[in-house]
């Protein structure tokens, strides 16, 4: 069974940066697709990023765009979300999450997976933005 583990947040001052990684054990990651996830105090989580089994396609969302990248390395299990150029409404628990065929949704002019079709989920790790 596929386990997900988030690491690499911290607290950083307003424009600075921090690499997540997701790592897997359990199952080749290879064959899923892979979303990251931002869920700030009292709000709603939401999908910053994604990318597919092959990583030849990814998608950030709007309000991350020219700041935050994903990428991949099969070899390693592993997924990554560097986040650069952080402001404070970046603080919050990212999640990493996991599907097979993952569905594509267009929302206006942004990109991303569904979120309903991932099936696995890490356990978060903090990230504090401060001003």
């Known amino acids: 069974q596929l386990q997900l583990v988030a690491s690499g947040g911290g607290e950083v001052q307003t424009g600075g940066s921090l690499r997540l990684s997701c790592k897997a054990s359990?199952?080749?990651?290879?064959?899923?697709?892979i979303g990251w996830f931002r869920q700030a105090p009292g709000k709603e989580r939401v999908q910053v990023a994604c990318i597919n089994d092959y990583g030849n396609i990814k998608y950030v969302a709007r309000i991350v765009k020219g700041r935050f990248s994903i990428s991949r390395d099969n070899a390693e299990n592993s997924v990554f979300l560097q986040m650069d150029s952080l402001k404070p409404d970046d603080t919050g628990v990212y999640y990493c999450a996991a599907g097979e065929a993952v569905r594509q949704r267009i929302t206006g002019i942004q990109t991303l997976f569904v979120e309903e079709d991932y099936t696995s989920w890490g356990q978060g790790t903090q990230v504090t933005v401060s001003s």
């Open positions: 359990g199952s080749a990651l290879d064959k899923y697709d």
